[in-house]
């Protein structure tokens, strides 16, 4: 047992990573394949081509096997994590017919299947129409079928990018019930598709034939064949294990499993999840997502462009430090950690709303992002540290949401994602939060998540709690500073909660007034 390791295979919106965990989750070899997040045909679209997604696959893995320490007769099993919502339609042969629409695509469609009389009287009893509304235009695959007929009429298969990447290597149409978080017709309580007088049904241009076999994470999908061997370097023989969507293994990764832990993910989505045994809807008629664990409930509250905020400013701001850093041989991170710094807590008052991008109902499809309170003595550090304290303030909110709707309080905190990287994110969030806040002993606590759900379900650990327990652990923690903790509760409290609601109307007015955003 001591020497077995576990490939985990982390397709993220950015990179693909081929990580070997050992059984006490120490990372023994790394690889990583960047590639570019999206290309964008049109306005608001976001889409990616998946034979990229299986070539830098490919290319990690072959790259993995040339790390010191990477032994191949040592892998004891392979299980993929990769990014949520990302839609892949294929034919009778597999082959995708269309570029993968990423969850950052942004387009709508007006012609999608109408629900039933009586679905349509219970959603507006329950004032939710709105809500049905939006998931009927945004489900990707009535958009397909509305704008590109011949290529749904082909469509054999709808899958994730999960589901895509499992046939891809071992030749089955098959998926994780932890990876089902998109507009598909996925029953959020049972974890199962959708019985077939569910509202979905009506709603989504989709049948059950379309849809690929579920099974929980920890099942053994297939194994690894020659073919795919040859093009991967993986053993053939080598099983595959389901385990779960990338922020749902982030969770179990940094050792959250009791509903107290929250658990905060900077990364490309910013987010915060706590684990849960009951279904607790934080936002009224939002469910939660499938946890990494079976039959558990991960308590979502997400903040849709997070950290791409953070990348965002770095590459319209940060070319001093950028350039600094390739001339000192050191890290970008280190760089832009001094520059928040050298600002004072609180940003001298400039107060950041991270909404870049609209959400459902908190906040709603009419929200935009919003800066306030500048003036002559700002500078482009107060802005970047604005940029940190704001999707703080966002999660906090996310966490008071929690709190109220689960009954239960969140006492520690743990972050992961690239995010939890920056001592300055680390200490602001503590300050903000008022919480001891913890980073995982590892940075990829995605891989590290899928690798525990492999663990457990080729017998390594009897359960998910012991495999957690044997392969997680805190590294730093950082204590709230009294002085900022008390100034942080008041700008959050008097100004930031108050913000929205404030600002809301006229977001609308902008959009009615320029056009923008328009459908695209």
């Known amino acids: 047992m001591t020497h077995r390791t576990i490939l985990a295979i982390d397709n993220g919106t950015q990179s693909v990573r081929a990580i070997l965990f050992d059984l006490h989750g120490n990372i023994v070899a790394k690889a990583q394949v960047h590639f570019e997040s999206y290309f964008s045909a049109h306005p608001g679209w976001a889409e990616h081509d998946p034979e990229d997604y299986w070539q830098s696959l490919c290319r990690a893995c072959n790259e993995l096997w040339r790390q010191p320490g990477a032994d191949k007769a040592a892998v004891a099993g392979v299980a993929v994590t990769t990014q949520r919502g990302t839609v892949i339609n294929v034919g009778i042969d597999g082959v995708p017919l269309r ?5 950052l695509d942004q387009r709508r469609t007006d012609a999608a299947p109408q629900v039933g009389m009586w679905w349509n009287l219970a959603f507006r009893l329950a004032r939710v129409k709105g809500t049905i509304d939006y998931f009927r235009g945004e489900a990707e695959v009535n958009w397909i079928k509305a704008h590109q007929p011949e290529v749904w009429a082909r469509t054999h298969k709808v899958l994730l990018l999960s589901g895509y990447l499992h046939f891809r290597l071992c030749g089955r149409y098959v998926d994780s019930t932890g990876s089902q978080v998109a507009y598909l017709p996925f029953d959020y309580k049972r974890q199962r598709w959708a019985g077939p007088r569910d509202w979905k049904w009506q709603a989504l241009a989709i049948t059950p034939q379309m849809l690929p076999e579920l099974v929980a994470p920890g099942t053994v999908i297939g194994r690894i064949d020659a073919a795919v061997a040859a093009m991967t370097g993986i053993p053939a023989g080598t099983p595959l294990l389901a385990a779960a969507a990338d922020k749902a293994c982030e969770v179990i990764g940094a050792g959250c499993q009791a509903p107290h832990i929250g658990c905060l993910s900077y990364g490309t989505t910013a987010t915060i999840n706590t684990t849960s ?18 039959d558990t409930y991960s308590t979502e509250v997400q903040i849709f462009r997070g950290y791409w905020m953070v990348n965002w400013f770095k590459e319209q701001f940060g070319h001093h430090e950028r350039a600094r850093a390739l001339e000192e041989d050191v890290a970008p991170e280190q760089l832009f950690d001094e520059l928040v710094n050298a600002v004072p807590a609180g940003a001298m008052g400039l107060m950041l709303q991270p909404y870049w991008s609209p959400g459902i109902r908190v906040p709603g499809p009419e929200a935009k992002g ?40 969140i006492t520690e905190l743990r972050v992961s994602g690239g995010g939890s990287q920056s001592d300055a994110a680390m200490q602001l969030t503590a300050d903000i939060f008022g919480l001891p806040t913890a980073r995982p002993h590892v940075y990829e606590t ?32 950082f204590e709230p500073i009294a002085a900022n903790r008390v100034m942080y509760d008041r700008l959050y409290r008097q100004v930031y909660r108050k913000m929205y609601a404030r600002l809301q109307p006229m977001y609308a007015q902008i959009a009615e007034i320029t056009g923008y955003p328009k459908k695209p």
Request: charged share 20%; net charge positive; hydrophobic share 45%.
């Open 446 to 477: 995605s891989g590290l998540g899928a690798a525990i759900a492999a663990a457990v379900g080729l017998g390594l650990y009897p359960d998910f709690a012991a495999a957690i327990a044997g392969m997680t652990r805190i590294g730093r923690v």
């Open 277 to 294: 045994r009951r279904y607790v809807e934080v936002t009224p008629f939002i469910p939660p997502y499938p946890a990494a664990i079976p």
């Open 99 to 103: 570029p993968a629409i990423t969850w």
């Open 370 to 409: 919003a800066i306030i309170g500048f003036g002559d003595v700002h500078t482009r550090a107060h802005v970047y540290r604005a940029i940190l304290e704001g999707l703080a303030y966002a999660l906090r909110e996310g966490k008071e949401r929690t709190e109220k709707r689960s009954g239960v309080l």
